[in-house]
């Protein structure tokens, strides 16, 4: 008989600490006017999400989607976790299926448009994978920021705003830093701190993976712009003299 969400909840609930549960709950912000507002928690670690989710992973993709709309946290984790697992494994180029990928990638897509992908935990363990590799692979891509990527940085969900950050990780990765600079030109100045974290965590491997010039070109340019924070992140691996200079420039 096949697994159902009920049973990776059960899992989930043997291992949940309700001590672990408020901790969560303070740490991602579900207070009133907090970026992670009304958000539920049952109390697992992340290792023990993986665990499960390993456990689980063939579970039909009706179930995983009722994970995904679950009201608690760790729930739409776990279902998250499925999903990229089974997307690596359909990436592989002995398991190669481009059908299972788009698949996923367009349910992906849907919960992330019905608010299901609603913190910065879910979009950074999903959108390099399903999302960057469908949009940006293999590299160089032919068109670095194709209209997905420019709806999802345009959007008022700084959720979704997160994803076309987070998602250019594939490109880097591979090589092509294209994306990530032309994602980072359009959200420089983006009013939430946890996307101006983003640009700048990208930017920063842009210059660690894929080129120290091309990251210095776009500090040249946009610095004197960047949020504080931004810039922090994007210059935290230069040498202290580079760090100062931009900093000045602000």
């Known amino acids: 008989m096949p697994a159902t969400a009920s049973d990776v909840c059960s899992a989930l609930a043997e291992v949940a600490s309700a001590e672990r549960a408020e901790a969560y709950a303070w740490f991602f912000k579900?207070?009133?006017?907090?970026?992670?507002?009304?958000?539920e928690f049952v109390g697992v670690?992340?290792?023990q999400v993986?665990?499960?989710?390993?456990?689980?992973?063939?579970?039909?993709?009706?179930e995983i989607d009722e994970l995904v709309a679950s009201p608690f946290h760790e729930h739409r984790v776990c279902g998250l976790v499925v999903m990229v697992d089974r997307f690596?494994?359909?990436?592989?180029?002995?398991t190669r299926d481009d059908a299972q990928r788009q698949a996923l990638h367009a349910a992906y897509l849907e919960h992330l448009d019905a608010g299901h992908v609603d913190n910065w935990d879910l979009v950074d363990v999903t959108a390099e994978y399903l999302v960057g590799d469908i949009l940006f692979?293999?590299?160089p891509a032919a068109d670095p920021f194709p209209p997905l990527s420019a709806r999802l940085a345009a959007s008022d969900?700084?959720?979704?705003?997160?994803?076309?950050v987070v998602a250019t990780f594939a490109a880097i990765k591979a090589g092509d830093a294209r994306p990530t600079i032309e994602v980072a030109t359009r959200l420089v100045?983006?009013?939430?701190?946890?996307?101006?974290?983003?640009?700048?965590?990208?930017?920063?491997?842009?210059?660690?993976r894929v080129s120290r010039d091309e990251l210095l070109a776009f500090l040249d340019e946009h610095a004197a712009?960047?949020?504080r924070v931004m810039l922090s992140y994007a210059t935290e691996h230069l040498d202290p003299g580079h760090r100062a200079a931009y900093r000045a420039m602000r």
């Open 88 to 94: 690596r494994a359909a990436s592989k180029p002995r």
């Open 225 to 227: 712009r960047m949020p």
């Open 30 to 39: 579900t207070g009133p006017g907090g970026y992670g507002e009304g958000d």
């Open 189 to 208: 100045e983006d009013p939430h701190d946890l996307i101006r974290k983003a640009v700048g965590w990208m930017l920063r491997e842009v210059g660690k």
């Open 137 to 139: 692979l293999p590299a």
């Open 45 to 47: 670690t992340m290792p």
């Open 50 to 62: 993986r665990a499960v989710a390993k456990r689980f992973a063939d579970l039909p993709q009706a």
């Open 157 to 164: 969900s700084v959720w979704s705003r997160r994803v076309a």
